[in-house]
T-cell receptor, first 113, second 114 residues
Framework: GDSVTQMEGPVTLSEEAFLTINCTYTATGYPSLFWYVQYPGEGLQLLLKATKADDKGSNKGFEATYRKETTSFHLEKGSVQVSDSAVYFCALSRDTNAGKSTFGDGTTLTVKP | DAGVTQSPTHLIKTRGQQVTLRCSPKSGHDTVSWYQQALGQGPQFIFQ???????QRGNFPDRFSGHQFPNYSSELNVNALLLGDSALYLCASRGRDRRTDTQYFGPGTRLTVL
């Protein structure tokens, strides 16, 4: 069945550092890929998505490129801020708009001033 | 415009009891999905409701059941609670335009089973 594997956390960075959170998936065909962010005490928020190979999703300075050849969707940001501290989840879905999604276990990011 | 709302926020039950969680979708949304998020893990899909019927189901036992009402709100029922049912239960809704509408999540209901 479908599965998503994220790099284990927690990740601790200093403000303005470069961020990479690795995500790889196992699935047949061409699923859609997503990154969600969860702030303390809140629900998940969609951060970005890509629906086909070589698509790049981007939002709020975060980017991720759908790499079919490496089955990866790594999240990157050039300069993190303290406000980016949260839990990040990678997910896939057969539905381009994430009807039924399979999630990774999340990566906790802490950014220190 | 209110987003997805869930009630209650927190709930404590004992083993063997039954629980009902509630979800109101974002305005204009007609499809509701439920997820279970155990501590330190990602959400796991329980089921999805559309037009008052269960349309998709994840790998959860029949103790987990649901309902969708004509106003699109939804309930998740769990019978014969086990300690392992302790988790954050998330509701997500999406709109009618399947081409463009992504799903929005509520803040969740924290269920503790003692």
């Amino acid at each position: 069945g479908d599965s998503v594997t994220q790099m284990e956390g927690p990740v601790t960075l200093s403000e303005e550092a470069f961020l990479t959170i690795n995500c790889t998936y196992t699935a047949t065909g061409y699923p859609s890929l997503f990154w969600y962010v969860q702030y303390p005490g809140e629900g998940l928020q969609l951060l970005l998505k890509a629906t086909k190979a070589d698509d790049k999703g981007s939002n709020k300075g975060f980017e991720a490129t759908y790499r079919k050849e490496t089955t990866s969707f790594h999240l990157e940001k050039g300069s993190v801020q303290v406000s980016d501290s949260a839990v990040y989840f990678c997910a896939l879905s057969r539905d381009t708009n994430a009807g039924k999604s399979t999630f990774g276990d999340g990566t906790t990011l802490t950014v220190k001033p | 415009d209110a987003g997805v709302t869930q009630s209650p926020t927190h709930l404590i039950k004992t083993r063997g009891q039954q629980v009902t969680l509630r979800c109101s979708p974002k305005s204009g949304h007609d499809t509701v999905s439920w997820y279970q998020q155990a501590l330190g893990q990602g959400p796991q899909f329980i089921f999805q409701y559309y037009e008052e019927e269960e349309r998709q189901r994840g790998n959860f036992p029949d103790r987990f059941s649901g309902h969708q009402f004509p106003n699109y709100s939804s309930e998740l029922n769990v019978n014969a609670l086990l300690l392992g049912d302790s988790a954050l239960y998330l509701c997500a809704s999406r709109g009618r335009d399947r081409r463009t509408d992504t799903q929005y999540f509520g803040p969740g209901t924290r269920l503790t089973v003692l």
